[in-house]
Antibody, heavy 113, light 112 residues
Framework: EVQLVESGGGLVQPGGSLRLSCAASGFTLSTYEMNWVRQAPGKGLEWVSHTPKSSSSFYYTDSVKGRFTMSRDNAKNSVFLQMNSLRAEDTAVYYC??????WGQGTLVTVSS | DDVLTQSPLSLLVTLGQPASISCRSSQSLVYSDGDTYLHWFQQRPGQSPRRLIYRVSNRDSGVPDRFSGSGSGSDFTLKISRVEAEDVGVYYCMQGTLWPKTFGQGTKVEIK
């Protein structure tokens, strides 16, 4: 059974950093496209970052470029999202998504002083 | 960025009646391989999104056949033939043809 479990969310001050983790099970992560998608409270869905299957390339939406870094550790079957210089508008539930058809339960990031 | 415009943004439907949601793209969503990467998702209250339809008209496993998708190019539709109570939630279209991938604003479906 495919499972994606996010962790690492929490409350952080503006300008701070957080590292989100997504532990995958039930499949070999390296052979699938992986994504981070976020949803601000009461709002819609926004694609944040993406890595194609069997690739070491990463792509980001403009609003997070230069601040967020996605990575994957195939040995740990995990993907990560390092988030720096956080802003209030980054407050959201962050979902780890395999392609677009398997979603984790999400982890809440709150950026506030 | 490609813009996906959904309408209506809110639907109040009587149980057993049909519902239809439109999704229009600012660009053609036909990819160079000939496929159209337009998908539909359902998000029930308090849950993660769940894909219902992939590549315009293909129903995901376990999705009731009252859900159907249609369309081409830049104009797409999700139809629910007979709305049931469990269909309450927000429905999103999403395009994976162009980067960045984008979602529509969402359509909230409620029961009258």
């Amino acid at each position: 059974e495919v499972q994606l479990v996010e962790s690492g969310g929490g409350l952080v001050q503006p300008g701070g950093s957080l590292r989100l983790s997504c532990a995958a099970s039930g499949f070999t992560l390296s052979t699938y496209e992986m994504n981070w998608v976020r949803q601000a409270p009461g709002k819609g869905l926004e694609w944040v970052s993406h890595t194609p299957k069997s690739s070491s390339s990463f792509y980001y939406t403009d609003s997070v470029k230069g601040r967020f870094t996605m990575s994957r550790d195939n040995a740990k079957n995990s993907v990560f999202l390092q988030m720096n210089s956080l802003r209030a508008e980054d407050t959201a539930v962050y979902y780890c998504v395999r392609y677009n058809n398997y979603w984790g339960q999400g982890t809440l990031v709150t950026v506030s002083s | 960025d490609d813009v996906l415009t959904q309408s209506p943004l809110s639907l109040l439907v009587t149980l057993g009646q049909p519902a239809s949601i439109s999704c229009r793209s600012s660009q053609s969503l036909v990819y160079s391989d000939g496929d159209t990467y337009l998908h539909w998702f359902q998000q029930r209250p308090g849950q993660s999104p769940r894909r219902l339809i992939y590549r315009v008209s293909n129903r995901d496993s376990g999705v009731p056949d009252r859900f159907s998708g249609s369309g081409s190019g830049s104009d797409f539709t999700l139809k629910i033939s007979r709305v049931e109570a469990e269909d309450v939630g927000v429905y999103y279209c999403m395009q994976g043809t162009l980067w960045p991938k984008t979602f529509g604003q969402g359509t909230k479906v409620e029961i009258k």
